[in-house]
């Protein structure tokens, strides 16, 4: 099998243009970067309003392991199948971060043949909309020193800015800084940090607003700070919103490329998916769901975080039905969930898959919890034996009465898909999809919200709030914020705040460290455990070895 | 008459393909950023390698004053009036730094009827070119403390990093920071700070790269820091200039737009004007001079720092050879030299006009040293009267032997700088242009080479090196960086370091306070006196007053 870097250089690729026009877009809607990107205009989007909407369906998946799921190239694969099968699809995908790129993540467009392409541009600036995010908030940054600077009128307490700097850049130097040294002419020190830009609550509200009116509206109501009498100081309060949507305009329009089959996949936004909700635009994906009949997206991380908050926030707050969710499962992770070493996964284990399963199960228990039907996609490797399939094909059967479907869109591309699709196309075709039922209503206590999260679908005993943190939560229901969804931010390998407790573990207790308000984005974030908002290199960072080739392409990225 | 937004706005553009066409670039050398902004392929670029090139018109000014001059202006107005006379010209401009968009500068398209367009894309992130360049020099910085933080094998002394970070915001409170702070994950904590990306020589190297190879040895001879031995380290030995390349591959194609009235202008790249050379990137000027019979491009501040660093740095290491320069003045700005207030310059002065011309006819000299012939535009401003007009064209006349030409391109486009062309055709069409007569020898000693301009261009009596900067320059020649040019920091206000010196100051002594090495752009820079690498905001910044109108068009940027 050629790289995946081969493969997508060896793709003739259609003009976006052509791409466009099978989803009755015409050229003078779009915004083209090059011949194989283009941007969607706004006016177009608006017009869109009145259509009916295609189904949606939810590609998730078991909690990550190092074996590797699959679901960016499943949920490519699949959108490639049901095009193949004569559904018209559109696949939404999020924007990868430059800064991962140098570290050694590689990239994020897909792999093998089910990829979404040109991937160097996808990878790297693409359309530039996360330097509009850095840029605006950025601005942002700048303008609450400037305020401090210049008198302070609004009375921001130094020591309670929470509204930190941001650089699309994996830099573990600037996670803390002091600032404003060097006297008097550089402001008033004080302590401050660089989160990457996908950790940015303008990329959350990014990805969260309708339109550019609750764009704007939502960064006006972002915290940043707080005053000496502990009252919120906004970016509305700052008169910083005009300018960081001016600045945001041209991004906020969703970004058309194509899969390497030539399925159309919307690639827009990227917010993190623990102090954040992991999900691309909602623009984008609206957008989708007006020009399919069939959008195919994901949810980042594992089911209890990504499906969850897909549900709980982005169709709480997009209005949002999915038809359909597909599970996306490999028999290697499962071994992995069922304690086999990394090195061992090349050895048929069906005991330690049937072990592993209970993680795939209460996924499977949790999403069904939403009111969606669920398929398992069980995503083929090169090692996995006949036995291994039929196991976990029955284990789903006989225990969860959920079908499990073999996938080979990674070496087949959609036709290693379509029996997926078959699957997924059944499942939603059975009538307008229901509205989700949430698993926490919106007047339920943040306290409570937090727990029942925990107890319902990690299967913890309880949750530990720090004291600070309870204060916190109090303080904003008092500032009328209870009513938000919450965004847990924990860690992505396990149901339990500790990463090494694979499998389906019970009876822990989810320990919360911190919450954090994201009023722009519309939720509160309860920090389990420690985050990383700022990634470092390793020792060998990738970008030693990412060069252009003597015909000017580049070699080293993937 | 309308502002200079209202025009922009009410321009019926060419589509961009179009304007190429008249170039003789075909459509598939061009990279489309929607319907009027191109980059143009580097493949199409080298093929021009074999083609007769067009004359060089460099447009220069008086000392730059708060009444105005119209250096943009009347680039862009030439290049129109140019190919009205029948003379396919191209204009090449800088392209406008974000960050001060926001604080009270204004846009960077020219004005009136003398603009470029489309006018908001090109203030705004255009085709993200300094993003990149922020991106490629974020890279770099990052890679430098993960070398240390992984056991820097290198022995970079901490305490000697020349390498800062980047940010295109206006942003004091990066000024001085420290970084690296709150524990062992976070790495060796150490004093670091953020110039705006104009300042990062990464910019430099940008614009004096001849193409994409020339641009990764360049970054490679990139100085960051010292061991603990005084060695330098670079961006070769930290292996961060593939990267760095790959992330700035399609920045790196200069970038096609238009003038209102239709003329091509290749804006690309937009160095510092002090710490830095100050002109639009080689690339583009040398792409124009193979595409048109003439090139107009301006170089930044007065003639005393832009067109001598034009000529003693760009025309030296890119091997360009001007046929005539226009030296922009204005009555008003004149009569400020001669001494009169700002809000006095409505008033007919002819007697302070006849001051303040000393600092025009010092310019002039300058050039001429140069080998190249000089005419004068005087732009025209509304309250300007016919005697003071008459007067300084008698004064260049007379005392000076050089044509004074008004031009009215603000109010009227191309139509009001014909007569400037017409002049400006007949100086370039005499023959082919002689290589330029630069101020000094590569072989000068580095010390000869500042004392030479200051004497010789700045009317100083001479120059005093504080001995930190001395040895410096010492070690610079040791190293076998003694052959480069040098780049004049000073304010641009004044001949001498003094900003409130105005007019044509005499035996004055420039103080170099400190020098650096920029071996990666070519030049060792010369600082004289305070020299701000990252600007504030003011009290009430731009950006409060920027926004989306209810038609969605931005407001307030301009």
């Known amino acids: 099998m050629p790289t995946d870097i081969e493969i997508a250089r060896a793709a003739t690729l259609q003009p976006i243009t052509a791409v466009a026009e099978r989803l009755g877009i015409p050229d003078d809607a779009l915004h083209p970067y090059g011949r194989h990107i283009a941007k969607i205009d706004h006016a177009h989007i608006r017009g869109l309003e009145s259509k009916p909407e295609g189904k949606l369906i939810l590609v998730t998946a078991i909690s990550p392991t190092p074996a590797g799921e699959g679901k960016t190239t ?201 102090i954040a909700h992991g999900c691309n635009s909602v623009i984008a994906t609206r957008a989708g769901l007006k020009l399919g009949d069939y959008v195919v997206t994901e949810a980042g991380f594992g089911a209890d975080l990504g499906a969850e908050k897909f549900f709980d926030i982005k169709c709480r707050q997009a209005g949002l039905s999915p038809s359909a969710v597909v599970i996306v499962a490999t028999v290697r992770a499962l071994k992995m969930h069922g304690g086999v070493a990394k090195s061992d996964l090349g050895t048929e284990n069906v005991e330690a898959l049937e072990r592993g399963f209970a993680n795939l199960a209460r996924h499977v228990e949790n999403v069904r919890r939403f009111g969606a039907p669920v398929v398992v996609a069980v995503n083929h490797f090169h090692a996995d034996t006949e036995a291994e399939h039929a196991a976990l094909k029955a284990l789903c059967r006989d225990r969860l009465d959920v079908e499990a479907i073999t996938c080979r869109h990674w070496a087949e591309g959609g036709a290693g898909a379509e029996a997926l699709a078959h699957a997924v196309s059944s499942l939603a075709d059975g009538g307008a999809a ?78 919360v460290r911190d919450v954090r308000l994201s009023a722009g984005a519309g939720f509160v974030v309860a920090i389990c455990g420690e985050i990383m908002t700022m990634p470092g290199l390793p020792k060998v960072p990738a970008a030693e070895g990412i060069r252009l080739d003597a015909e000017g392409r580049i070699e080293g990225l993937f």
């Not at 909309?129 to 840029?135: E, G, K, L, M, Y």
């Not at 159309?264 to 990227?270: E, F, Q, R, V």
């Not at 919106?442 to 943190?469: C, F, H, N, W």
């Not at 924990?490 to 389906?504: N, W």
């Open 434 to 511: 229901a509205a989700p039922r949430f698993a926490y209503p919106d007047a339920m206590p943040l306290e409570d919200k937090i727990r029942t999260i925990a107890k319902t679908l990690y299967g913890a005993a309880d949750i530990q709030v720090e004291s600070k943190a309870a204060a916190k939560l109090a303080a904003f229901e008092q500032d009328g914020h209870g009513n938000l969804p919450v965004c847990m931010a924990k860690t992505q390998y396990s149901f339990s705040t500790d990463p090494t407790l694979m499998g389906a573990p019970s009876g822990h207790v989810v320990a």
């Open 74 to 274: 499943t949920t490519v694969g699949l959108g490639d199948a049901l095009n193949r099968i004569g559904r018209k699809t559109v696949i939404c995908l999020r924007e990868p971060s430059l800064g991962p790129c140098f570290g050694m993540k590689g990239g994020a467009a897909g792999g093998g043949k089910a990829q979404v392409v040109p991937m160097e541009a996808i990878n790297l600036h693409f359309t530039g909309d996360f330097h509009a995010i850095t840029s605006a908030h950025s601005l942002a940054a700048a303008l609450i020193d400037n305020h401090i600077y210049w008198g302070n009128k609004l009375g921001i307490d130094l020591r309670r800015v929470a509204f930190r700097r941001v650089l699309d850049m994996n830099d573990r130097a600037l996670r803390n800084i002091t600032q404003s040294l060097g006297g008097v002419a550089n402001g008033y020190p004080r302590e401050d940090g660089f989160d990457i830009t996908v950790a940015s609550e303008v990329m959350a509200v990014f990805c969260l607003a309708r339109d550019l009116a609750d764009l704007e509206a939502r960064l006006g109501r972002i915290v940043v700070a707080e005053d000496r009498d502990r009252k919120a100081v906004t970016l509305a309060d700052l008169k910083a919103t005009g300018a960081m949507t001016v600045l945001l305009k041209d991004a906020l329009q969703p970004n058309l490329v194509q899969t390497l089959e030539g399925s159309p996949a919307l690639i827009h936004g990227g917010p993190f998916a623990n």
